[in-house]
């Protein structure tokens, strides 16, 4: 809402330069950033935070600068004398539960037309557009004092009564500004007899609004239960000045200064005769509270000495009454203190953060292990090590479209969703990263051949909210047909971080190929899956070429991490190296060959892949004994019990 | 016969001498002293058939030739090596502005490299580092951080609702988390005081994209319960933290409001566009605000069934993303979900 700063020197006396003010008014919380010169004046957009109501109004945040700058806030527009000519009459049929006070009164004998050039300047400052001297004097004094106020044709009336009650749903409604509504449910209405006049705060009905020909006004300013005002202006999408303040809770006392000042208003600028005493239906007197405040905890929360002369400066400063130390009387229009911590705030916000010393807790440091502990240090080690092999680490939405979940031949139906995506593009949860690597790896086909890109984020799964998971997975993709490469990256990894493991042939994904594919477990835990990407896949996200990668269950990999290390001395007695050539049939795996050699002996320390042509292929084994040196006669029977037992998997020695 | 190991030895002292490089050496070496057809070999081994008074004598003369040759061949071996080495700045020399064979090169992501000197300063102050679900209920976001239903704090956090069919769930009930603060409610419930802890992660808003603002973004959340604690704690570790995190900045401190703290502050930074003196990023303030903050709560002690009157504590959040653009001056928030290897490699 802007605010012109020579209005506010009709109710403060404000001696230093504006942008001194802006900036002591941000650091007590009214946030000043924007602001610009129009005609010598400055009209300023001040931030205000939802517990203050009472900064949405030129006297409310005049009392803030009489407070923060020490000066004296100016005495409130005098009252006016009238006569009252009782010679009207409403009647009202009040709801307590959705406005708690009414100020109402009226007025005969009003000449609407243009206002005065003054108001019509002010109302231009604050970005509204003048209407008529009655519209318009509801604007100002909604400005002044941030309560609402509605004047309706009184003649318009029917019945000449006015009924408050919550909506039913459904109900039309047109504004005076001319919009059709379909109220929703359980908004705050006004009837009279039979028809919507009023939907306070948001806005007032056509029916019942002032036009030229109108002679008699009914001047209300409303009270709104806040949490029904926000629900309405909400599910209607509208949201205006009156509305705004309601929703944060108005000043309950401040009706009868806002239909005081706006009748004087109406009374010189209108013309008229007051035709009512002022009405004013409440559901009770609305008294100032109290609230207790400690010196010792004041000092305690803050960490600072302050004297209580200061203390009561302060408060007082702020239009709070205070008595002994303390007992503070809050006025309704501060509905934001309730408690000794809300006191605590206001003396530290205006003593002045900047002015506090900086100390640091000296309390005890834990180590111990505490819930929902994450090893970051590990995580840091693991992407370490991926960089180290040319892989570049992206971080991807975890919304994405039901078009990426369909290529990836994932059931939309069966895959969280968001009821209000930004977009279709935004509306599951991913239930697997892959599908956002293979678009980055699309994004950089075009510019670079070697691509390798990893992800370490969240799968979301569960068929239903009721069971979704969250689990943290690594995947990573590389242009190529590099399923050795591949695996090598994916062991180093878990030797690095002892995780044991096991690498079996996999065809059973969807996204991977038929026959270059392996699943990664450690004991009956899935570790995850390698390989290359299926190409019926690939042409699907568009990419040319092939592709390999990996994903591994992060959540998994961490519980099994073992980073303990045992030293084990070299051996004093040497090893025996013999290579074997071997011919091994189509069926047979590499891997079934290798656990068959060293499930013969413990002497085996290593065995490794030396040339493997389609005949054959030559493996070369190390012996190794720690206790004593192997002689020729033992290594030979070791070198003749493996033959056998390779015999058995039909693999034959070629010498 | 001496005579004759005369001439060999002048011979092959004059070939040794003439000879340019190792392998011709070698030559030589097998020429004369060669185990089977050596000429020196050879003579030696005519010495059995010798007179036993020759033999002593020619046999110790053979002796002292074969050592001469031997000797003169390392001898010169050592010369042709320092020859060559004296010369390998031009006989090797190579264009050292050729481009180099680079090992592959993979990048960290700026928010990961901006969370390891988080990570880092947190450690320092003795922080545990915790992080929790992302689909969170209402109640651990909003409720128990004292932002109950209908509370207009709500405004600026609003949240993507999950869909809740097939399922027993109500509407509403589950969303993704708009806050970091969600591990605040999840900290005080179970972890015993006192405790400090910091938690990052991705948190979710209803926003449209443009350069300051995306639907997905990252934040981390400061937690400190302990006995005694101050505002001048609070103030003293935001300022250790910015100053660490953004080396040469000055920091000021302002009033706020969050539902989960009271007092509640804001820090600011220095513009780090304009240095402070004034330009449209920082709406010529020369300040920016960069972390929400405060005291917290009784009402937040009291969801988590904790006695407000024993523990008292802190809590700030920040901007992980928002960081990261800092650090690496970056001007859209866009770059870091683009997975371009342009931009990555550059980090
Ligand atoms: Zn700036």
Not at chain 2, 258 to 285: D, H, Q, V, W
Not at chain 2, 319 to 341: C, E, F, H, M, P
Request: charged share 25%; proline share 5%; net charge neutral.
């Amino acid at each position: 809402m802007l605010i012109p700063l020579s209005w506010l020197k009709e109710y403060v006396d404000i001696k230093i330069p504006f942008k001194d003010l802006a900036e002591r008014l941000s650091e007590v919380g009214l946030t000043v950033e924007t602001w610009h010169e129009q005609d010598g004046d400055i009209i300023f957009d001040p931030e205000v935070t939802p517990n203050r109501p009472d900064w949405m109004s030129v006297y409310g945040i005049a009392r803030e600068i009489a407070a923060v700058t020490n000066s004296k806030l100016k005495n409130q527009n005098a009252k006016l004398q009238f006569k009252i000519n009782k010679s009207l009459k409403i009647d009202i049929k009040q709801n307590y539960d959705l406005i708690s006070r009414m100020t109402s009164v009226i007025i005969k004998d009003v000449k609407v037309k243009q206002s005065p050039e003054w108001l019509q300047k002010r109302i231009k400052q604050i970005g509204l557009r003048p209407i008529n001297n009655l519209v318009d004097i509801t604007n100002y004094v909604l400005w002044v004092y941030g309560s609402p106020l509605h004047v309706f044709d009184y003649d318009k009336i029917r019945g000449h009564q006015l009924i408050v009650e919550k909506s039913a749903g459904g109900e039309a409604f047109r504004s005076l500004d001319g919009i059709d509504y379909h109220l929703p449910n359980g908004a705050i209405i006004i009837k009279d007899l039979g028809r919507i006049v009023d939907l306070p705060p948001i806005k007032g009905g056509q029916n019942t609004a002032v036009s030229t020909e109108t002679k008699t006004v009914l001047l209300h300013s409303v009270v709104c239960n806040p949490i029904l005002s926000r629900r309405a202006s909400q599910a209607l999408g509208v949201r205006s000045d009156s509305s705004a303040v309601s929703e944060r809770g108005v000043d309950p006392n401040g009706t009868v200064a806002a239909v005081d000042l706006a009748l004087s208003l109406v009374l010189e600028l209108a013309g008229g005769q007051v035709a009512s005493e002022i009405m004013d239906h409440k559901t009770q007197e609305f008294a100032p509270w109290t609230v207790e405040m400690s010196h010792d905890r004041l000092e305690k929360i803050l960490g600072i000495k302050i004297s209580s002369r200061e203390v009561k400066d302060i408060l007082t400063r702020l239009g709070l009454e205070v008595a002994g130390e303390y007992k503070v009387t809050v006025p309704t229009f501060r509905d934001d203190l309730h408690i000794e911590e809300d006191l605590i705030e206001e003396v530290g916000r205006i003593h002045g953060y900047n002015n506090f010393p900086k100390t640091l807790p000296a309390g005890p440091v834990s180590t111990a292990p505490v819930a929902y502990a994450r090893d970051f240090d590990l995580e840091f080690r693991v992407k370490s090590l991926l960089k180290g092999d040319g892989y570049s680490e992206i971080y991807t939405y975890s919304l994405v479209g039901e078009r990426q979940l369909v290529d990836l031949g994932i059931d939309p139906g069966k895959t969280l969703r968001v009821d209000n995506p930004i977009s279709r593009d935004f509306e599951y949860l991913r239930p697997r990263m892959i599908g956002n690597l293979l678009e980055a790896m699309k994004l950089n086909q075009a510019n670079f051949s070697d691509i390798r890109l990893y992800e370490l984020g969240k799968h979301y799964t569960g068929p239903t909210i009721g069971k979704a998971k969250e689990e943290y997975w690594l995947s990573g993709a590389q242009t190529g047909e590099k399923f050795y490469e591949v695996k090598g990256i994916i062991e180093t990894l878990l030797i690095q971080f002892g995780v044991p493991y096991e690498i079996k042939p996999d065809n059973t994904s969807a996204q991977g190929h038929p026959g270059r594919s392996a699943v990664i477990s450690s004991g009956d835990k899935l570790l995850g899956y390698l390989g290359e990407m299926h190409p019926a896949l690939l042409a699907r996200f568009g990419i040319k070429g092939h592709v390999s990668g990996f994903t591994i269950n992060y959540d998994t990999f961490t519980s099994l991490v073992n980073l303990n290390k045992k030293y084990r001395p070299i051996s004093k007695f040497p090893a025996v190296v013999q290579d074997v050539s071997l011919i091994i049939p189509e069926k047979v795996l590499y891997g079934d060959v290798l656990e068959a050699i060293w499930s013969t002996s413990k002497l085996i320390a290593d065995v490794q892949l030396l040339d493997k042509h389609e005949q054959s292929t030559t493996l070369r084994i190390t012996f190794q004994d720690t206790t004593k040196n192997l002689t020729d006669r033992e290594v030979n029977e070791l070198r003749a019990k493996i033959l056998k037992k390779l015999a058995e998997l039909g693999v034959k020695n070629k010498d | 016969m001496q005579d004759k190991l005369i001439d060999i030895k002048n011979e092959a002292v004059a070939q040794i001498l003439a000879a340019k490089d190792a392998r011709e050496l070698e030559d030589i070496r097998v020429e004369y002293l060669g185990k089977s057809a050596g000429k020196l070999t050879l003579l030696i081994k005519k010495l059995p058939g010798l007179p036993p008074e020759e033999k002593a004598i020619v046999g110790q003369f053979a002796n002292e030739v074969k050592q001469t040759i031997e000797e003169t061949l390392q001898a010169q071996k050592k010369a042709i090596q320092k020859e060559k080495e004296a010369n390998i700045a031009e006989t090797e020399k190579i264009d050292v502005t050729l481009p180099a064979v680079f090992p592959p090169e993979g990048h960290l992501h700026p928010i990961t490299k901006t969370l390891k000197e988080v990570y880092e300063v947190f450690k320092f102050m003795g922080y545990q580092m915790i992080t929790g679900p992302e689909i969170e209920t209402d109640e651990y976001n909003f409720t128990r951080v004292n932002m109950p239903k209908d509370a207009p704090s709500r405004d600026a956090q609003a949240s993507f609702y999950l869909d809740t069919r097939n399922s027993k769930i109500y509407p509403g009930e589950y969303l993704l988390r708009t806050q970091t603060s969600n591990m605040q409610s999840r900290a005080l419930e179970r972890i015993r005081p006192p405790f400090r802890v910091f938690s990052p992660g991705k948190c979710f808003r209803v926003d449209d994209v443009d350069a300051s603002h995306g639907f997905e973004f990252w934040q981390f959340e400061g937690i400190l319960i302990d006995k005694n604690i101050t505002v001048t704690n609070l103030l003293g570790t935001l300022d250790f933290i910015l100053k660490s995190l953004l080396p040469g900045t000055e920091v000021r401190f302002k009033s706020g409001h969050f539902g989960f703290t009271e007092p509640s502050i804001e820090a600011m930074i220095r513009c780090t566009i304009c240095g402070g003196r004034g330009c449209p990023y920082c709406k010529n303030l020369g300040w920016s605000e960069i972390l929400g903050s405060g005291m917290t709560h009784p009402n937040v002690y009291k969801a988590a069934g904790i006695d407000p009157r024993g523990w008292t504590g802190f809590a700030f959040g920040m901007g992980l993303s928002r960081l990261a653009l800092l650090k690496n001056q970056i001007d859209d928030l866009r770059v870091l979900t683009n997975s371009d290897l342009r931009i990555l490699k550059q980090f």
